[in-house]
C-alpha cells in the first residue's frame, strides 16, 4: 500500500472516530495493522473479553512470530486458564488447555506439564508460584503491566503504538477544499451554492435552471431523507456549516489549528485527551462582517441523535455553504406568524416600589418571581395570587467583617443597586449581586420563609453578576466584578475556591456551564473580551471579542446544545449572536434591533426555540433558527426604552420590566391557566385559614409544598413543571366555579382542609442515632427481629451489627424506641458476625441477609459464600454456595425454615434446601442480577425482581413461572445499569409493594397490575428513591431518597402525608450530599416506627411525638381515592401521585 493510502487510512480512522463508529474503527484499526490502540486493548483486557483481545492483537502478530508475541499470547491464555479453574468450572479449564495452552508445549514441555497439574488442586494457589494469586480483578491488571511491556518491545509494534499529529476533522478540511476548488471552477458561480451531495463534481445550476446530477433516485443509495435535506451535519453527516468569511478564498486558512491528537481511545474522540475547554475555541475567529444572511446550523431537533463532543470540529471558514441544512417552515427570509405559544398576553400587573434591575423565576414553583431594585431592595412575588411574599432593604448584615473599602464606600453614598438576582438551580437558595462589593446568599424555606444565609464582600466595586454551579457535584457561586476578576466560593461556607484574574476591564458576566464531563466559565468584560475558564488556576483557555465590545451577557438555550450572546456597544449598537463553539466564531446574527438602542438591551432563550429581548420600548422575538424578527409586542405600552426580561421556567410566563416601578407578567394559554390556578387556590387558602388552628408541626400549604421541597432537600427537589389543573387547598382539581360555593360548607371541616406535614427541626419527631463502637462505613441492610426489641444491621464491610433494647423503668416492653438508647449487643466471646469475603471485595459487592422467624438464626453474603449465623453466640453454623455466581438476595419459605430462595447475580434464583444441602430448582428468567424476593403464603408464590426492572410471579409448589411483567420507567427518565427493584407483600399477602429508584407501586399479585390510584413517580428533579417498606400494618410506605429526605405515604392510595427532612435528624455540620438513607425498615408491632441506614455507617430511629401520635393527616378519601375524576397533581413540585 502507498504511504497515500496509508495515511487515508489513518484520516478514516479519526473520521470513524470522531462520529463515533467505534466498532467499526476498531475493526479498521485491526485489519489495516496501521495503529494498535493501546487503550481499546487495556479495556478489552480488563473486561476479560479474551475472544475479542486475541482477535485484535491477530491484525498485529501472531503467536509464533517471535519470542514477545509468543509470551504475549502466553499470558492471555494462562489468565483465561486460571479464571475458569477460579471460578471451579473445569471443563472449561481443560477446553483452554487443549484449545489454546497446547501449542507451547512444543516450546516448553515441562512449563505444560505444571500447568496441567494444576487441575488436580482444590485451590491452584496451592501452588508456590500462584500463592499471591490475588482476586481476577487485580490479576488482570498486574497482567496488563507486563503485556505493555512486551508490546512496546515488540518490534512488530514498532510505529503503531502512536496515531499521527491530525488537526481535528482532517478528511473534512480535505473535502472542503475540493469543493471549494469545484466551485472556482464553475462556469456560472453562485454566491452562496447549494452542495448536497459528494457522489459527482460540484457544478453550480445553468442560468436556465439546470442542476448538476443528484444522487437521490440512485436505487443503490436507498431513499434520502425529505423536507430538510441532509440531517444536521454534527450528527450524521460528515461537515459542519461553518460561519463564512469573506472571500477571496486566500483568508479561509488563517489562525491554522494545530491541535496534536493522543492515540485514538475508544472511549472519545481523536483529540479530546484531557478535559479542556473546546479546543477550536483556543483559536478564535474574527466575526462576520456581513450581518444579513442567515447560515443553515448544526443544532436542529437531530442534534439528540448523537450530540458531538465540544472541540472536535477545527474546520475551515469557507465561502461555500457546505451541505447546507434547511428547516421546515423556518426558510430563510422567511415571514413568520408569531406562535401562541409565546407569553404575550399581559395577565399580571405588579408594582415593586422602586425600578427592577433583575428578575428570575424560580426553578421549580413556576409563578414565584424573584426581583432585585436599584435601590438594594429584594422582593419575592407570587405573581398567581399578586401577592409580594417578602421584601428585604438593603442592609450589610456584620459591618464588622466588612472590608474598609467597603465601609468608605458606604459611607461616601449609602445608595446601592442590585445588578443581578437569581436562584440556585434547585430553588433552595438565591443570591443577590449589589453594586457595592456585596453578594448575600439567602435560604428559602417556602412561603414567605426567607433566612440569611452567606454574605460575601466579594470585589472591590460592584459586583456584576452572579451564577451558581456544580463543578465536583459541590454547589458553588461564582461573582465578578469591577475589579477584573472572577471568584468561585463554596455555596455552603462561603470560602473562596478560586479567583480567576486575567481580564483588562471590570468583568461584566460569568455564565458558567458544562458539556459531557467539563465544566466551565464563560467570562464577558467591558473591553468586548470573551474569556473561558476551567475550575483550575490555569488562567484562560480563549480570548476573542463579543460583538458590540462593551456589555455583552451570555446564555445556553435550556438544553445545553446552542450557545448565544447579546451585548450592546457604547454606540448603542446592539446585537444578538448564536456562536459556534468549536470554532470560536459567531454562526449567526439576529435582525430587528432599534439603531440606537437607549440603554442596556437583556435578552433571555426559552423552550430551545426562542429568543427574546427588551429593546426599542416593547420585547422582540426571534426564532432561535432564523435571523429575521419574529415578532415584537408592546405589553400594552408602559415599558422602559430597554425593558429587564426573564421567562419562567417552562416559557409560559414572561416578567418584563415597567414605568413607574413596575412588572408586567405576560402569559401564554398555558401561562394563563397556571395563574388562574393559583389564584383559585389563593382565594381557597385566605378562606379557609381563617377556620383553621396551626398543628404543632408547621405544615406547610400544598402550595408551597413544591419550594418547601426545594429549600429543604438540599440539591434535589420535586418537580412537577409543567402544570395544566392545580388542586385546591384539599388536593381536588376544580375550577373557581367549583369551589367558591363549597367555601362555607367545608370551612369548618379539618379534614377538607388537608396540609402535607413537614418535618424540619428535631424538636418536631423523636429520632435516636444507635450508639456505633465499631467502624463501618456505611449501612447496606437493616431489619427488625420479629420479637421487636433488636435491629440488626449488614455494613458495606461484612460486618453484622445488633444493637437489642432492654427492659427498664423508661421502657417497660423492652421493645425499640426512640426513647430509650439501646446496647450495641456482643456475645461474651467478643466475636463477629462477619460474612465470607474471600476473593471479593466487600465492598463492591451486593450485600443480602434474611431472618428466620423465631430471631435465632441469620443467612447473609457479601460477594462470597452464604454464611449461616447463629443469633445467640454469633457462631458461624455453616457456609454454602461459593460464588461464582454470587447470591443478591435471600428468602426464608415462609412454611419451611430450610428452604431458601436465592437471587444470584447471573440472573438466576436458586431455590435451596439447607437441611439436604442441594438445590432444588433453578428458576430462570431474568436478564439481571435479582434484586428482590418475597414469599405469599396465601397464594402460594414467590415474587421475584432483578435489575432488569422486571417482576416475575412464580408457583412456589412446582416452581412454574406464571407471569411476568416489565416496570414501566417513566418516558426520559435515565436510570442506572444495575437500578434495584424491590418487592415485598402487603399485609394481605395479596398486593405487594415494587420499589424502583424512579416510583413506588403497589401491585396485585394475581394479575400483576398496578391499579391506577396506586402508584407515585418521582417528578423529574426529585431525588431517586434509595429504599421504601410498608408499615407493619401496611397502612403506610416509608420511603428514603437520596437527599437525606423521608417521605411517609398513605398505602391505599399512595399520597404523601408527611415529609421529614435532614435537617430534622442530620447535624447542621453534615451535608445531605453526603449522608443519606440506604435502607429503611418497619418495626413488625409499632406501625409508626422505622429505622433509617445511613451511608455514613450510622443507624436512626424514628418515632412521631407522643403529642401526635402519627405521621401527618392522610388527605382526604376523595383526593385519593380511584374513583377521582382527575388525578391530583400537587402544585409545581407536588410529591403527590404522578399518575
Same mark, same amino acid.
Given at each position: 500500500?502507498?504511504?497515500?493510502?496509508?495515511?487515508?487510512?489513518?484520516?478514516?480512522?479519526?473520521?470513524?472516530?470522531?462520529?463515533?463508529?467505534?466498532?467499526?474503527?476498531?475493526?479498521?484499526?485491526?485489519?489495516?495493522?496501521?495503529?494498535?490502540?493501546?487503550?481499546?486493548?487495556?479495556?478489552?483486557?480488563?473486561?476479560?473479553?479474551?475472544?475479542?483481545?486475541?482477535?485484535?492483537?491477530?491484525?498485529?502478530?501472531?503467536?509464533?512470530?517471535?519470542?514477545?508475541?509468543?509470551?504475549?499470547?502466553?499470558?492471555?491464555?494462562?489468565?483465561?486458564?486460571?479464571?475458569?479453574?477460579?471460578?471451579?468450572?473445569?471443563?472449561?479449564?481443560?477446553?483452554?488447555?487443549?484449545?489454546?495452552?497446547?501449542?507451547?508445549?512444543?516450546?516448553?514441555?515441562?512449563?505444560?506439564?505444571?500447568?496441567?497439574?494444576?487441575?488436580?488442586?482444590?485451590?491452584?494457589?496451592?501452588?508456590?508460584?500462584?500463592?499471591?494469586?490475588?482476586?481476577?480483578?487485580?490479576?488482570?491488571?498486574?497482567?496488563?503491566?507486563?503485556?505493555?511491556?512486551?508490546?512496546?518491545?515488540?518490534?512488530? @509494534? &514498532?510505529?503503531?503504538?502512536?496515531?499521527?499529529?491530525?488537526?481535528?476533522?482532517?478528511?473534512?478540511?480535505?473535502?472542503?477544499?475540493?469543493?471549494?476548488?469545484?466551485?472556482?471552477?464553475?462556469?456560472?458561480?453562485?454566491?452562496?451554492?447549494?452542495?448536497?451531495?459528494?457522489?459527482?463534481?460540484?457544478?453550480?445550476?445553468?442560468?436556465?435552471?439546470?442542476?448538476?446530477?443528484?444522487?437521490?433516485?440512485?436505487?443503490?443509495?436507498?431513499?434520502?431523507?425529505?423536507?430538510?435535506?441532509?440531517?444536521?451535519?454534527?450528527?450524521?453527516?460528515?461537515?459542519?456549516?461553518?460561519?463564512?468569511?469573506?472571500?477571496?478564498?486566500?483568508?479561509?486558512?488563517?489562525?491554522?489549528?494545530?491541535?496534536?491528537?493522543?492515540?485514538?481511545?475508544?472511549?472519545?474522540?481523536?483529540?479530546?485527551?484531557?478535559?479542556?475547554?473546546?479546543?477550536?475555541?483556543?483559536?478564535?475567529?474574527?466575526?462576520? $462582517?456581513?450581518?444579513?444572511?442567515?447560515?443553515?446550523?448544526?443544532?436542529?431537533?437531530?442534534?439528540?441523535? &448523537?450530540?458531538?463532543?465540544?472541540?472536535?470540529?477545527?474546520?475551515?471558514?469557507?465561502?461555500?455553504?457546505?451541505?447546507?441544512? /434547511?428547516?421546515?417552515?423556518?426558510?430563510?427570509?422567511?415571514? @413568520?406568524?408569531?406562535?401562541?405559544?409565546?407569553?404575550?398576553?399581559?395577565?399580571?400587573?405588579?408594582?415593586?416600589?422602586?425600578?427592577?434591575?433583575?428578575?428570575?423565576?424560580?426553578?421549580?414553583?413556576?409563578?414565584?418571581?424573584?426581583?432585585?431594585?436599584?435601590?438594594?431592595?429584594?422582593?419575592?412575588?407570587?405573581?398567581?395570587?399578586?401577592?409580594?411574599? !417578602?421584601?428585604?432593604?438593603?442592609?450589610?448584615?456584620?459591618?464588622?467583617?466588612?472590608?474598609?473599602?467597603?465601609?468608605?464606600?458606604?459611607?461616601?453614598?449609602?445608595?446601592?443597586?442590585?445588578?443581578?438576582?437569581?436562584?440556585?438551580?434547585?430553588?433552595?437558595?438565591?443570591?443577590?449581586?449589589?453594586?457595592?462589593?456585596?453578594?448575600?446568599?439567602?435560604?428559602?424555606?417556602?412561603?414567605?420563609?426567607?433566612?440569611?444565609?452567606?454574605?460575601?464582600?466579594?470585589?472591590?466595586?460592584?459586583?456584576?453578576?452572579?451564577?451558581?454551579?456544580?463543578?465536583?457535584?459541590?454547589?458553588?457561586?461564582?461573582?465578578?466584578?469591577?475589579?477584573?476578576?472572577?471568584?468561585?466560593?463554596?455555596?455552603?461556607?462561603?470560602?473562596?475556591?478560586?479567583?480567576?484574574?486575567?481580564? %483588562?476591564?471590570?468583568?461584566?458576566?460569568?455564565?458558567?456551564?458544562?458539556?459531557?464531563?467539563?465544566?466551565?466559565?464563560?467570562? $464577558?468584560?467591558?473591553?468586548?473580551?470573551?474569556?473561558?475558564?476551567?475550575?483550575?488556576?490555569?488562567?484562560?483557555?480563549?480570548?476573542?471579542?463579543?460583538?458590540?465590545?462593551?456589555?455583552?451577557?451570555?446564555?445556553? /438555550?435550556?438544553?445545553?446544545?446552542?450557545?448565544?450572546?447579546?451585548?450592546?456597544?457604547?454606540?448603542?449598537?446592539?446585537?444578538?449572536?448564536?456562536?459556534?463553539?468549536?470554532?470560536?466564531?459567531?454562526?449567526?446574527?439576529?435582525?430587528?434591533?432599534?439603531?440606537?438602542?437607549?440603554?442596556?438591551?437583556? @435578552?433571555?432563550?426559552?423552550?430551545?426555540? @426562542?429568543?427574546?429581548?427588551?429593546?426599542?420600548?416593547?420585547?422582540?422575538?426571534?426564532?432561535?433558527?432564523?435571523?429575521?424578527?419574529?415578532?415584537?409586542?408592546?405589553?400594552?405600552?408602559?415599558?422602559?426604552?430597554?425593558?429587564?426580561? &426573564?421567562?419562567?421556567?417552562?416559557?409560559?410566563?414572561?416578567?418584563?420590566?415597567?414605568?413607574?416601578?413596575?412588572?408586567?407578567?405576560?402569559?401564554?394559554?398555558?401561562?394563563?391557566?397556571?395563574?388562574?390556578?393559583?389564584?383559585?387556590?389563593?382565594?381557597?387558602?385566605?378562606?379557609?385559614? %381563617?377556620?383553621?388552628?396551626?398543628?404543632?408541626?408547621?405544615?406547610?400549604?400544598?402550595?408551597?409544598?413544591?419550594?418547601?421541597?426545594?429549600?429543604?432537600?438540599?440539591?434535589?427537589?420535586?418537580?412537577?413543571?409543567?402544570?395544566?389543573?392545580?388542586?385546591?387547598?384539599?388536593?381536588?382539581?376544580?375550577?373557581?366555579?367549583?369551589?367558591?360555593?363549597?367555601?362555607? %360548607?367545608?370551612?369548618?371541616?379539618?379534614?377538607?382542609?388537608?396540609?402535607?406535614?413537614?418535618?424540619?427541626?428535631?424538636?418536631?419527631?423523636?429520632?435516636?442515632?444507635?450508639?456505633?463502637?465499631?467502624?463501618?462505613?456505611?449501612?447496606?441492610?437493616?431489619?427488625?427481629?420479629?420479637?421487636?426489641?433488636?435491629?440488626?444491621?449488614?455494613?458495606?464491610?461484612?460486618?453484622?451489627?445488633?444493637?437489642?433494647?432492654? &427492659?427498664?423503668?423508661?421502657?417497660?416492653?423492652?421493645?425499640?424506641?426512640?426513647? !430509650?438508647?439501646?446496647?450495641?449487643?456482643?456475645?461474651?466471646?467478643?466475636?463477629?458476625?462477619?460474612?465470607?469475603?474471600?476473593?471479593?471485595?466487600?465492598?463492591?459487592?451486593?450485600?443480602?441477609?434474611?431472618?428466620?422467624?423465631?430471631?435465632?438464626?441469620?443467612?447473609?453474603?457479601?460477594?462470597?459464600?452464604?454464611?449461616?449465623?447463629?443469633?445467640?453466640?454469633?457462631?458461624?453454623?455453616?457456609?454454602?454456595?461459593?460464588?461464582?455466581?454470587?447470591?443478591?438476595?435471600?428468602?426464608?419459605?415462609?412454611?419451611?425454615?430450610?428452604?431458601?430462595?436465592?437471587?444470584?447475580?447471573?440472573?438466576?434464583?436458586?431455590?435451596?434446601?439447607?437441611?439436604?444441602?442441594?438445590?432444588?430448582?433453578?428458576?430462570?428468567?431474568?436478564?439481571?442480577?435479582?434484586?428482590?424476593?418475597?414469599?405469599?403464603?396465601?397464594?402460594?408464590?414467590?415474587?421475584?425482581?432483578?435489575?432488569?426492572?422486571?417482576?416475575?410471579?412464580?408457583?412456589?409448589?412446582?416452581?412454574?413461572?406464571?407471569?411476568?411483567?416489565?416496570?414501566?420507567?417513566?418516558?426520559?427518565?435515565?436510570? $442506572?445499569?444495575?437500578?434495584?427493584?424491590? !418487592?415485598?407483600?402487603?399485609?394481605?399477602?395479596?398486593?405487594?409493594?415494587?420499589?424502583? %429508584?424512579?416510583?413506588?407501586?403497589?401491585?396485585?399479585?394475581?394479575?400483576?397490575?398496578?391499579?391506577?390510584?396506586?402508584?407515585?413517580?418521582?417528578?423529574?428533579?426529585?431525588?431517586?428513591?434509595?429504599?421504601?417498606?410498608?408499615?407493619?400494618? /401496611?397502612?403506610?410506605?416509608?420511603?428514603?431518597?437520596?437527599?437525606? $429526605?423521608?417521605?411517609?405515604?398513605?398505602?391505599?392510595?399512595?399520597?404523601?402525608?408527611?415529609?421529614?427532612?435532614?435537617?430534622?435528624?442530620?447535624?447542621?455540620?453534615?451535608?445531605?450530599?453526603?449522608?443519606?438513607?440506604?435502607?429503611?425498615?418497619?418495626?413488625?408491632?409499632?406501625?409508626?416506627?422505622?429505622?433509617?441506614?445511613?451511608?455514613?455507617?450510622?443507624?436512626?430511629?424514628?418515632?412521631?411525638?407522643?403529642?401526635?401520635?402519627?405521621?401527618?393527616?392522610?388527605?382526604?378519601?376523595?383526593?385519593?381515592?380511584?374513583?377521582?375524576?382527575?388525578?391530583?397533581?400537587?402544585? /409545581?413540585?407536588?410529591?403527590?401521585?404522578?399518575?
Amino acid at each position: 500500500m502507498s504511504s497515500l493510502s496509508r495515511e487515508l487510512v489513518f484520516l478514516i480512522l479519526q473520521f470513524l472516530d470522531e462520529e463515533k463508529f467505534k466498532e467499526t474503527v476498531h475493526k479498521l484499526e485491526q485489519e489495516s495493522g496501521f495503529f494498535f490502540n493501546m487503550k481499546y486493548f487495556e479495556d478489552e483486557v480488563h473486561s476479560g473479553n479474551w475472544d475479542e483481545v486475541e482477535k485484535y492483537l491477530s491484525g498485529f502478530t501472531k503467536v509464533d512470530d517471535n519470542r514477545y508475541s509468543m509470551k504475549i499470547f502466553f499470558e492471555i491464555r494462562k489468565q483465561k486458564y486460571l479464571e475458569a479453574l477460579d471460578k471451579h468450572d473445569r471443563s472449561k479449564a481443560v477446553d483452554i488447555l487443549v484449545k489454546d495452552l497446547k501449542v507451547f508445549a512444543t516450546f516448553n514441555e515441562e512449563l505444560f506439564k505444571e500447568i496441567t497439574q494444576l487441575l488436580t488442586l482444590e485451590n491452584f494457589r496451592e501452588n508456590e508460584q500462584l500463592s499471591k494469586y490475588g482476586d481476577t480483578k487485580s490479576a488482570r491488571a498486574i497482567m496488563l503491566v507486563e503485556l505493555k511491556k512486551l508490546i512496546e518491545a515488540n518490534p512488530l @509494534f &514498532r510505529d503503531k503504538l502512536q496515531f499521527p499529529n491530525l488537526k481535528n476533522s482532517r478528511l473534512r478540511t480535505l473535502i472542503n477544499q475540493s469543493l471549494n476548488w469545484q466551485h472556482q471552477l464553475c462556469k456560472n458561480p453562485r454566491p452562496n451554492p447549494d452542495i448536497k451531495t459528494l457522489f459527482v463534481d460540484h457544478s453550480c445550476g445553468q442560468p436556465n435552471g439546470a442542476r448538476a446530477p443528484s444522487p437521490a433516485n440512485n436505487p443503490l443509495l436507498g431513499s434520502l431523507p425529505k423536507a430538510g435535506g441532509f440531517p444536521p451535519l454534527g450528527a450524521h453527516g460528515p461537515f459542519q456549516p461553518t460561519a463564512p468569511v469573506p472571500a477571496p478564498l486566500a483568508g479561509w486558512m488563517s489562525n491554522p489549528s494545530t491541535v496534536t491528537h493522543p492515540a485514538v481511545s475508544g472511549g472519545g474522540a481523536i483529540g479530546l485527551g484531557a478535559p479542556s475547554i473546546p479546543a477550536a475555541l483556543k483559536h478564535p475567529r474574527t466575526p462576520p $462582517t456581513n450581518p444579513s444572511v442567515d447560515y443553515p446550523s448544526g443544532d436542529s431537533d437531530h442534534v439528540a441523535k &448523537r450530540t458531538r463532543p465540544m472541540g472536535i470540529s477545527d474546520e475551515v471558514n469557507l465561502p461555500v455553504n457546505v451541505l447546507p441544512v /434547511s428547516f421546515p417552515g423556518h426558510g430563510h427570509g422567511q415571514t @413568520f406568524n408569531a406562535p401562541d405559544d409565546l407569553p404575550k398576553t399581559v395577565a399580571r400587573s405588579l408594582n415593586q416600589g422602586s425600578s427592577p434591575m433583575s428578575m428570575d423565576f424560580h426553578p421549580v414553583q413556576q409563578t414565584l418571581l424573584l426581583v432585585g431594585t436599584n435601590v438594594g431592595d429584594v422582593g419575592l412575588w407570587e405573581v398567581g395570587s399578586r401577592e409580594r411574599l !417578602v421584601l428585604r432593604n438593603f442592609k450589610v448584615w456584620d459591618l464588622s467583617t466588612c472590608s474598609m473599602p467597603l465601609q468608605a464606600a458606604l459611607g461616601k453614598d449609602p445608595v446601592v443597586s442590585v445588578n443581578r438576582v437569581i436562584w440556585s438551580p434547585d430553588g433552595s437558595l438565591f443570591g443577590v449581586a449589589y453594586s457595592r462589593h456585596i453578594v448575600q446568599i439567602y435560604s428559602y424555606h417556602g412561603g414567605d420563609d426567607v433566612r440569611q444565609h452567606l454574605e460575601i464582600d466579594a470585589h472591590v466595586g460592584g459586583v456584576n453578576d452572579l451564577a451558581f454551579s456544580n463543578p465536583n457535584k459541590q454547589l458553588c457561586v461564582i461573582t465578578c466584578g469591577d475589579d477584573k476578576t472572577i471568584k468561585v466560593w463554596d455555596a455552603a461556607t462561603g470560602t473562596k475556591q478560586y479567583t480567576f484574574e486575567g481580564h %483588562e476591564a471590570p468583568v461584566y458576566s460569568v455564565c458558567p456551564h458544562y458539556k459531557e464531563n467539563i465544566q466551565f466559565i464563560f467570562s $464577558t468584560a467591558l473591553d468586548g473580551k470573551i474569556k473561558a475558564w476551567l475550575y483550575d488556576n490555569l488562567g484562560s483557555r480563549v480570548d476573542y471579542e463579543a460583538p458590540g465590545r462593551w456589555c455583552t451577557t451570555m446564555a445556553y /438555550s435550556a438544553d445545553g446544545t446552542r450557545l448565544f450572546s447579546c451585548g450592546t456597544s457604547k454606540e448603542g449598537e446592539s446585537h444578538i449572536v448564536e456562536w459556534n463553539e468549536s470554532e470560536g466564531n459567531v454562526k449567526r446574527s439576529y435582525l430587528g434591533f432599534r439603531k440606537r438602542s437607549l440603554g442596556v438591551v437583556q @435578552f433571555d432563550t426559552t423552550k430551545n426555540r @426562542f429568543l427574546a429581548a427588551g429593546d426599542d420600548f416593547s420585547i422582540k422575538f426571534w426564532d432561535m433558527d432564523n435571523v429575521q424578527l419574529l415578532t415584537s409586542i408592546d405589553a400594552d405600552g408602559g415599558l422602559p426604552a430597554s425593558p429587564r426580561i &426573564r421567562f419562567n421556567k417552562d416559557g409560559t410566563l414572561l416578567a418584563v420590566s415597567a414605568n413607574e416601578n413596575g412588572i408586567k407578567i405576560l402569559a401564554n394559554s398555558d401561562g394563563l391557566r397556571l395563574l388562574r390556578s393559583f389564584e383559585n387556590l389563593s382565594y381557597d387558602a385566605s378562606r379557609a385559614s %381563617e377556620t383553621v388552628t396551626k398543628p404543632i408541626i408547621s405544615p406547610i400549604s400544598a402550595a408551597a409544598a413544591a419550594a418547601a421541597a426545594a429549600a429543604t432537600s438540599a440539591g434535589l427537589a420535586d418537580r412537577n413543571a409543567s402544570m395544566v389543573t392545580i388542586p385546591g387547598m384539599n388536593g381536588d382539581a376544580r375550577n373557581m366555579g367549583d369551589v367558591k360555593p363549597r367555601i362555607n %360548607e367545608e370551612s369548618n371541616d379539618k379534614s377538607k382542609i388537608w396540609k402535607l406535614t413537614e418535618i424540619n427541626e428535631p424538636s418536631q419527631c423523636r429520632s435516636l442515632r444507635l450508639p456505633e463502637n465499631l467502624r463501618v462505613n456505611k449501612i447496606s441492610r437493616l431489619i427488625y427481629t420479629n420479637s421487636g426489641n433488636a435491629i440488626l444491621a449488614l455494613a458495606s464491610n461484612a460486618i453484622h451489627l445488633l444493637w437489642k433494647w432492654q &427492659r427498664s423503668d423508661r421502657n417497660s416492653t423492652g421493645k425499640a424506641t426512640a426513647n !430509650v438508647s439501646p446496647q450495641l449487643w456482643q456475645p461474651s466471646s467478643g466475636i463477629l458476625m462477619t460474612n465470607d469475603i474471600t476473593d471479593t471485595n466487600p465492598e463492591e459487592a451486593v450485600p443480602c441477609f434474611a431472618l428466620s422467624k423465631n430471631d435465632s438464626y441469620v443467612m447473609s453474603a457479601s460477594g462470597g459464600k452464604i454464611s449461616l449465623f447463629n443469633m445467640m453466640t454469633f457462631k458461624t453454623m455453616t457456609t454454602f454456595m461459593p460464588p461464582p455466581p454470587a447470591a443478591t438476595f435471600l428468602a426464608f419459605h415462609p412454611q419451611d425454615n430450610n428452604i431458601i430462595a436465592i437471587g444470584m447475580d447471573d440472573s438466576t434464583i436458586q431455590i435451596y434446601n439447607v437441611r439436604v444441602d442441594e438445590v432444588k430448582s433453578k428458576l430462570k428468567g431474568h436478564s439481571k442480577r435479582i434484586t428482590g424476593l418475597a414469599f405469599s403464603h396465601v397464594l402460594n408464590v414467590l415474587v421475584s425482581s432483578g435489575a432488569d426492572a422486571q417482576l416475575c410471579v412464580w408457583n412456589s409448589d412446582g416452581w412454574e413461572k406464571q407471569k411476568t411483567r416489565f416496570l414501566q420507567v417513566p418516558p426520559g427518565r435515565t436510570t $442506572t445499569g444495575q437500578s434495584d427493584t424491590r !418487592v415485598q407483600f402487603h399485609q394481605d399477602q395479596i398486593q405487594f409493594l415494587v420499589v424502583h %429508584e424512579t416510583q413506588l407501586a403497589i401491585y396485585e399479585a394475581t394479575k400483576l397490575e398496578c391499579p391506577c390510584p396506586k402508584q407515585w413517580v418521582t417528578p423529574e428533579s426529585s431525588a431517586p428513591i434509595s429504599h421504601a417498606t410498608f408499615s407493619c400494618d /401496611s397502612q403506610l410506605v416509608y420511603a428514603s431518597f437520596l437527599d437525606a $429526605t423521608v417521605r411517609v405515604f398513605s398505602a391505599q392510595n399512595l399520597r404523601l402525608r408527611c415529609r421529614i427532612n435532614p435537617s430534622s435528624y442530620l447535624p447542621a455540620n453534615v451535608s445531605s450530599s453526603n449522608v443519606h438513607p440506604l435502607v429503611i425498615a418497619a418495626h413488625p408491632q409499632e406501625s409508626n416506627q422505622f429505622a433509617l441506614g445511613l451511608s455514613d455507617g450510622g443507624v436512626h430511629v424514628f418515632e412521631p411525638l407522643e403529642s401526635e401520635g402519627k405521621w401527618g393527616v392522610p388527605p382526604p378519601a376523595e383526593n385519593g381515592s380511584a374513583s377521582s375524576a382527575a388525578p391530583p397533581v400537587g402544585p /409545581s413540585g407536588s410529591d403527590q401521585a404522578q399518575r
